[in-house]
């Protein structure tokens, strides 16, 4: 029994809990977030009148003081105070995960300054539900929490406005048709995009429409609640036309070092009219890519090799011009490259439009498709292969 209450005791022994609360529906809330709540020795709230009906509901008595923007700049060293006497506390907010556009951030980097330590429990956010429900891209994406509300706005929406990646933003109703008006100057009307408002609450919805559309419908129907706004990415301007119409294609130099000796990834071609010669792996950009992901798709398709198996990402080295490179009107490839530091060649696969994959001695290339032998030589001076 006594060694229980001493496990117990060290694993509890000063330390920050995050805790995120729900966003609507009690039933979001985990039971280990109810059970940390209820063992730690204070509580941090944003506002104690609103978590005060969270903590009834469960049964949570511990004691609870005001934690938030107004005041976490004069009571940050206080608790950092209380923590280093080895106490136990959570901190939480209205509704979701602290520091997520919520107070949180000072307290979490003057923990970690003090050598305090710190766990967030996984849990509820609202702009996770709402990009899954967006049906826009959820791979990449970048998270703007609230624009600025008047100096800094018109310069972040412009900035904003070749964003490549799926863009959030958190809104109150009251600034929503506000911000669609904005969006649509900024970034056009006909640009993809949902609202989501209620999350996780009994009248959550989700509208999803062009920028114009969700004006137009919210106009008509003043929203209510809070809301998270998803808006599509910036469609790449450069892709593939039909031929013989000039196009942009990605090439993917992925080199390796193994046992002391360089080599590069290349494919046989197995497409007329470059069937049987080598290049790098690459292929024409599409219309809502972006290079970075047409590269890595690319590469993927043609070896089944996928760097971020490896903690590597294939970075930009430099775009070449060659009118003749293809009769079939490729004139621009923006070439990618990377380097793996290995004990072993990774296996590859020739696949899709590629007869083979082979990983070769970059001192004995065989015969190349276009005109790459420019390419390589630069890589290898930079890249000091």
């Given at each position: 029994m006594?060694?229980?209450?001493?496990?117990?005791?060290?694993?509890?022994?000063?330390?920050?809990?995050?805790?995120?609360?729900?966003?609507?529906?009690?039933?979001?809330?985990?039971?280990?977030?109810?059970?940390?709540l209820?063992?730690?020795?204070?509580?941090?709230?944003?506002?104690?009148?609103?978590?005060?009906?969270?903590?009834?509901?469960?049964?949570?008595?511990?004691?609870?003081?005001?934690?938030?923007?107004?005041?976490?700049?004069?009571?940050?060293e206080?608790?950092?105070?209380?923590?280093?006497?080895?106490?136990?506390?959570?901190?939480?907010?209205d509704?979701?995960?602290?520091?997520?556009?919520?107070?949180?951030?000072?307290?979490?980097?003057?923990?970690?300054?003090?050598?305090?330590?710190?766990?967030?429990?996984?849990?509820?956010?609202?702009?996770?539900?709402?990009?899954?429900?967006?049906?826009l891209?959820?791979?990449?994406?970048?998270?703007?929490?609230?624009?600025?509300?008047?100096?800094?706005?018109?310069?972040?929406?412009?900035?904003?406005?070749?964003?490549?990646?799926?863009?959030?933003?958190?809104?109150?109703?009251?600034?929503?048709?506000?911000?669609?008006?904005?969006?649509?100057?900024?970034?056009?009307?006909?640009?993809?995009?949902?609202?989501?408002r209620?999350?996780?609450?009994?009248?959550?919805?989700?509208?999803?429409?062009?920028?114009?559309?969700?004006?137009?419908?919210?106009?008509?129907?003043?929203?209510?609640?809070?809301?998270?706004?998803?808006?599509?990415?910036?469609?790449?301007?450069?892709?593939?036309?039909?031929?013989?119409?000039?196009?942009?294609?990605?090439?993917?130099?992925?080199?390796?070092?193994?046992?002391?000796?360089?080599?590069?990834?290349?494919?046989?071609?197995?497409?007329?009219?470059?069937?049987?010669?080598?290049?790098?792996?690459?292929?024409?950009?599409?219309?809502?890519?972006?290079?970075?992901?047409?590269?890595?798709?690319e590469?993927?398709?043609?070896?089944?090799?996928?760097?971020?198996d490896?903690?590597?990402?294939?970075?930009p080295?430099?775009?070449?011009?060659?009118?003749?490179?293809d009769?079939?009107?490729?004139t621009?490839?923006?070439?990618?490259?990377?380097?793996?530091?290995?004990?072993?060649?990774?296996?590859?696969?020739?696949?899709?439009?590629?007869?083979?994959?082979?990983?070769?001695n970059?001192?004995?290339?065989?015969?190349?498709?276009?005109?790459?032998?420019?390419?390589?030589?630069?890589?290898?001076?930079?890249?000091?292969?």
């Amino acid at each position: 029994m006594y060694l229980f209450f001493f496990i117990k005791a060290l694993y509890f022994m000063s330390k920050l809990y995050v805790v995120p609360t729900p966003v609507g529906n009690l039933e979001d809330m985990s039971f280990r977030a109810i059970r940390v709540l209820k063992e730690a020795q204070l509580i941090l709230a944003e506002d104690t009148r609103v978590s005060g009906f969270l903590l009834r509901h469960f049964d949570i008595s511990t004691p609870c003081i005001a934690h938030h923007q107004h005041n976490e700049h004069k009571t940050t060293e206080q608790i950092i105070e209380r923590l280093q006497r080895d106490e136990t506390i959570a901190l939480i907010t209205d509704a979701g995960t602290p520091a997520i556009s919520d107070p949180g951030f000072l307290l979490v980097r003057a923990c970690i300054e003090a050598n305090i330590d710190v766990e967030c429990l996984p849990g509820a956010t609202a702009f996770v539900p709402a990009v899954v429900n967006s049906g826009l891209s959820c791979e990449r994406f970048i998270f703007e929490g609230f624009l600025p509300h008047k100096k800094g706005r018109a310069a972040r929406l412009e900035a904003l406005r070749s964003q490549d990646k799926t863009m959030i933003f958190y809104e109150s109703p009251h600034r929503l048709l506000k911000t669609l008006e904005q969006l649509i100057e900024y970034l056009g009307k006909e640009r993809k995009a949902s609202v989501s408002r209620e999350i996780s609450k009994i009248f959550a919805e989700n509208k999803r429409g062009t920028l114009n559309d969700l004006l137009i419908y919210y106009t008509d129907n003043p929203p209510k609640g809070e809301i998270v706004i998803c808006v599509e990415a910036c469609k790449n301007t450069w892709f593939s036309y039909a031929y013989p119409r000039p196009a942009l294609t990605v090439d993917a130099a992925v080199f390796a070092k193994c046992e002391e000796i360089n080599y590069i990834l290349l494919i046989e071609r197995l497409q007329y009219p470059f069937a049987n010669t080598w290049a790098l792996p690459g292929g024409f950009v599409e219309e809502d890519e972006t290079l970075e992901w047409a590269v890595s798709r690319e590469l993927k398709e043609e070896t089944s090799l996928r760097l971020k198996d490896y903690g590597i990402v294939l970075t930009p080295f430099k775009a070449y011009s060659e009118p003749d490179r293809d009769p079939r009107g490729r004139t621009v490839s923006m070439v990618f490259s990377a380097i793996l530091d290995v004990d072993e060649l990774p296996e590859i696969l020739g696949q899709d439009d590629a007869k083979n994959a082979k990983w070769i001695n970059i001192d004995t290339l065989p015969s190349l498709a276009f005109d790459h032998s420019k390419i390589l030589q630069d890589l290898r001076s930079t890249l000091h292969l």
